[in-house]
């Protein structure tokens, strides 16, 4: 059974930042892109950020130079540390993978305001 779960969210000031774990289990996480995508109320859904299984990355355009993406392939984690954050990034995001199908974790709510 596949599990993604995520951490690490909560409430920030505009300009801080925040880090946000994905650790994923039932999947071959090595071959697998892994990715956040984020959703808000009253809007689409967004993919925030991808990592391909060779650590090929590619970012939304409203997040680029503030997001960063990584991923630990022994640990079967992958982060996304988030900096500058603004009220726009306010959103529960979601963590997910590829792996022959498309799975996705429960979701993380980040808020940011003053």
């Known amino acids: 059974q596949v599990h993604l779960v995520e951490s690490g969210g909560g409430l920030v000031q505009p300009g801080g930042s925040l880090r946000l774990n994905c650790a994923a289990s039932?999947?071959?996480?090595?071959?697998?892109?892994m990715g956040w995508y984020r959703q808000a109320p009253g809007k689409q859904r967004e993919v925030v950020a991808r990592?391909?299984?060779?650590?090929?990355?590619d970012y939304a355009d409203s997040v680029k130079g503030r997001f960063t993406i990584s991923r630990d392939n022994p640990e079967n984690t992958v982060a996304l540390q988030m900096n500058s954050l603004q009220p726009e990034d306010t959103a529960v995001y979601y963590c997910y993978a590829i792996s022959v199908y498309q799975y996705w974790g429960q979701g993380t709510q980040v808020t940011v305001s003053s």
């Open positions: 990592i391909s299984s060779d650590y090929i990355t």
């Open positions: 039932g999947i071959t996480f090595s071959t697998s892109t």
